[in-house]
């Protein structure tokens, strides 16, 4: 058989979108999704307004709940914040990226569940070999790892750095609707609840240089949030990459590239990856169509990765200044909501 114009080894926000984008444009794809859809993925699922211009409809469908306000929480101290013009999309990811994967079928990809890559070799025929656990390798022209964080092995090369994360889904009664962040309970990192209707999504991150501690803050925040009579519908440790940990050098090898999470595509400071996955798999399309990969990591570094390093240089100032931050938007709350403006649209 024919190699595939470009094999997809994830089926993510990132994965799904290059699949979709490289489809329509008239590409053979193959999309390989190690789990079978709908799948759990630990995430917030908070979505934020730059990702739904490259999305497609069937994914708006999937939006549970929409706010433009959040409590902004510090040492016990809670000021509500509310902004103009953004809101923030929450979604739940196992419907969520079941319907980017049927978009991308829809455009033509072909999807393979339940198909666990276990590794690429390039070959002389100007092909990669992809290898899957149990089966027949495949062959195709290029091949993108949208594989999240478990990409790193697949890829030659360095990966980048992540910072520990744990999801916490509650089964709660829709009546708590309102996004929170607590600044206070990890070091250089947060604890957050997203509403999504009757479930709950809570979690904490933190990107300290030794983050330790991270089921007990979530216990502690959880008991604190008043939520401790929720029953647990999963809990589950994952990781957030560190953005502007890789170099623009670093997202391509031979016919190779990374795009989402497993080429470090996510916010420094909030761990935002939804939209950077997307971003990354819109950047990386029109290299892939046109057989020049170089033109991907000249993409991503203008219109990613420079700012990633700037945010990334900032971090330690946001996490340490929040405590005199909260202090100024409880007198000042136009301060606040003009932030979270800025969080949810920048
Ligand atoms: C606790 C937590 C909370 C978060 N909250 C938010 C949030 O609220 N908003 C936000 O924007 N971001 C959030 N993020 C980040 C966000 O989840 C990721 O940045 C995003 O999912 C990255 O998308 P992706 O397509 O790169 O990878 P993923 O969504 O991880 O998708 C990768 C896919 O590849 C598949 N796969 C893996 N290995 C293989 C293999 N060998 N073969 C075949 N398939 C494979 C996986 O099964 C998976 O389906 C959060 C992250 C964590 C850990």
Redesign the pocket.
């Known amino acids: 058989m024919s190699p595939w114009d470009l094999a997809v080894?994830?089926?993510?926000?990132?994965?799904?979108?290059l699949a979709r984008l490289t489809a329509a444009a008239g590409a053979r794809v193959l999309l390989?999704?190690?789990?079978a859809?709908p799948?759990y993925?630990?995430?917030?699922?908070?979505?934020?307004p730059k990702?739904w211009p490259h999305l497609p409809p069937a994914a708006a469908a999937t939006v549970r709940w929409r706010v433009a306000a959040a409590d902004l929480i510090y040492g016990g101290r809670s000021v509500a914040m509310k902004a103009r013009g953004a809101e923030l999309a929450l979604v739940m990811?196992d419907e969520f990226?079941a319907a980017l994967a049927q978009a991308a079928v829809a455009a033509g990809a072909s999807l393979r569940e339940g198909?666990?890559?276990?590794g690429l070799e390039e070959r002389d025929d100007g092909t990669v070999e992809v290898f899957?656990a149990g089966g027949p390798s495949v062959r195709a022209r290029y091949v993108a790892v949208?594989?999240?964080?478990?990409?790193a092995p697949?890829f030659p090369g360095r990966g980048p750095r992540f910072a520990p994360?744990?999801?916490v889904e509650l089964i709660g009664d829709g009546r708590i609707a309102a996004v929170t962040g607590d600044f206070a309970c990890v070091p250089v990192g947060y604890a957050?609840t997203?509403p999504k209707r009757d479930i709950l999504?809570v979690?904490?991150?933190s990107w300290a240089e030794r983050p330790g501690g991270l089921p007990a803050a979530v216990d502690g925040y959880i008991a604190r949030m008043g939520y401790g009579g929720l029953p647990v519908r999963i809990r589950?440790?994952?990781?957030?990459?560190v953005g502007g940990s890789l170099l623009a050098s670093d997202l391509v090898r031979g016919r190779i590239l990374r795009?989402?999470?497993?080429?470090g595509?996510?916010?420094p400071i909030f761990?935002?990856?939804?939209?950077?996955?997307v971003a990354?798999a819109v950047a990386a399309a029109p290299a892939v169509l046109a057989g020049d990969l170089s033109a991907y990591p000249r993409a991503a570094e203008g219109e990613l990765l420079a700012r990633f390093r700037k945010l990334a240089g900032l971090r330690r100032a946001f996490y340490g200044g929040m405590g005199a931050w909260a202090a100024a938007v409880g007198h000042l709350p136009a301060l606040g909501g003009a932030a979270l403006g800025w969080a949810l649209s920048r």
């Open positions: 080894v994830g089926a993510g926000p990132a994965g799904t979108t390989l999704e190690r789990e859809l799948r993925k630990p995430c917030g699922g908070g979505v934020t990702a990811r990226d198909v666990r890559v276990t899957v949208a594989a999240g964080a478990l990409g697949l994360a744990l999801d957050w997203f999504s979690g904490v991150a589950r440790g994952h990781r957030i990459p795009v989402g999470d497993s080429g595509f996510a916010d761990g935002e990856g939804i939209s950077y996955a990354s």
